[in-house]
């Protein structure tokens, strides 16, 4: 099968340096998620997807598929209506004020405003109330990289997949017909626990493996240097 990274929102294929991984990533570029659907490669394909990403690879896999054989889902995120997750994430303002069209143009413009300007000043702000290996991480050179691009080359990628995100999806679940990976730190602020437990109930073909005391990166770097047989 053809491996194909989705990064997480925000983020970019700056995201793979953690594992010093090649992937090649799945370019995002399109109006809607059925345009990305039919723009996809000939499968079978086997979609990686870190956080919010593995939204958009849950999405594809029930547009596309014919094309798609196996997720492979690290720090997913799960549908907001799956569960009461919002209290438990560490993102929670932000997943809010996507629900309106006004409140997340005015979070993006300063998020990316950051992003621009200082960099170094917003993973800090991130990494606040995370463990040591996550905060470093969080402010290391390769997740500050693709946060800042996530926020400005790849903005428009954020701003159209982020309020698909909070509506709600949940029922797209059970049309998932292909074999998923998911992959997931027990310390994960961003995407708590539960998500992942509810996703492994949820899903008609699913395998759950929980890794001690990883936070949201820290679980992809695992996945990304321990697991390279599946991506290649």
């Known amino acids: 099968m053809t491996p194909l990274y989705l990064h997480g929102l925000p983020g970019s294929a700056a995201e793979l ?29 086997h979609l990686i997807g870190f956080s919010l990403g593995a939204a958009c690879a849950l999405r594809l896999a029930v547009l596309a598929p014919d094309k798609i054989g196996q997720l492979t889902l690290i720090s997913a995120a799960a549908p907001l209506d799956l569960g009461d997750f919002l209290p438990d994430m560490a993102g929670a303002a932000v997943f809010r004020a996507a629900r309106s069209h006004a409140q997340l143009s005015a979070l993006t413009a300063v998020q990316s405003t950051m992003a621009r300007f200082t960099p170094g000043l917003m993973a800090r702000m991130l990494a606040r109330g995370t463990a040591p ?58 995407a708590p626990p539960a998500m992942a437990l509810a996703l492994h109930h949820a899903l008609p073909d699913a395998t759950l493996t929980m890794m001690p005391e990883l936070g949201h990166y820290a679980c992809l770097q695992h996945a990304l240097k321990q697991q390279p047989g599946p991506f290649q």
């Open 17 to 45: 340096a953690l594992g010093s991984s090649n992937i090649p990533v799945l370019d995002r570029n399109a109006p809607s998620f059925a345009q990305l659907a039919l723009r996809l490669p000939d499968g079978p394909l």
């Open 133 to 190: 290996q996550e905060a470093g991480l969080i402010t290391g050179p390769a997740v500050q990289t693709a946060l800042s691009q996530g926020l400005t080359d790849n903005k428009h990628i954020y701003l159209r997949e982020l309020p698909a995100y909070v509506q709600p999806w949940a029922h797209h679940l059970t049309q998932v017909r292909c074999p998923v990976a998911l992959i997931h730190g027990q310390a994960d602020t961003w």
